[in-house]
């Protein structure tokens, strides 16, 4: 049976973040003007809504802020992943940059969890973004 992954379809603001993960690259926009990080990608800064914006590598650490685990194939593509678990991840270099990807780790993720980007190329264009465990967190949640 041939791979049937699902590629994402990237639009004229979003082309760069794809070609990036591709090249083994996490890359968000940057404001020239303001110097917030704007996610997702798009042609005007999401603070001061200056067009100055530029594609800046980013460090791929980051905390779990949610996650959820798919127990159900929802489309035959994803039928050889499930179940998977998809986490969203809050950016070390601003609060409020919340990037998806998918979780590599053996281990279940907690809210908090330090975790780094993992790109993987999926054709020469494309990449989607993994995230596994930073090696240096401990493996259960501190307790409250």
């Keep these: 049976?041939?791979?049937?992954?699902?590629?994402?379809?990237?639009?004229?603001?979003?082309?760069?973040?794809?070609?990036a993960l591709a090249n083994g690259r996490l890359e968000v926009q940057q404001c020239r003007e303001c110097s917030r990080w704007?996610?997702?990608a798009r042609p005007i800064c999401s603070n001061c809504q200056?067009?100055?914006l530029a594609w800046r590598r980013v460090s791929g650490l980051g905390e779990v802020h949610s996650w959820v685990r798919t127990h159900n194939v929802y489309a035959p593509a994803?039928?050889?992943?499930?179940?998977?678990?998809?986490v969203?991840?809050?950016?070390?270099?601003?609060?409020?940059?919340l990037i998806p990807g998918r979780f590599?780790?053996?281990?279940?993720p907690?809210?908090?969890?330090?975790?780094?980007?993992?790109p993987e190329r999926l054709t020469d264009e494309l990449g989607e973004l993994n995230?596994?465990?930073?090696?240096?967190q401990p493996v259960a949640p501190a307790s409250a």
């Design 1 to 19: 049976m041939a791979d049937m992954r699902v590629l994402p379809l990237p639009d004229q603001d979003s082309e760069h973040y794809w070609a």
């Design 38 to 40: 704007t996610w997702p």
């Design 50 to 52: 200056s067009e100055n």
């Design 78 to 86: 994803f039928a050889s992943l499930v179940p998977y678990i998809t």
């Design 88 to 97: 969203l991840v809050r950016l070390e270099e601003q609060d409020d940059i």
């Design 104 to 108: 590599l780790s053996d281990v279940e």
């Design 110 to 118: 907690h809210q908090g969890m330090r975790v780094r980007a993992v």
């Design 131 to 136: 995230w596994v465990m930073d090696p240096s």
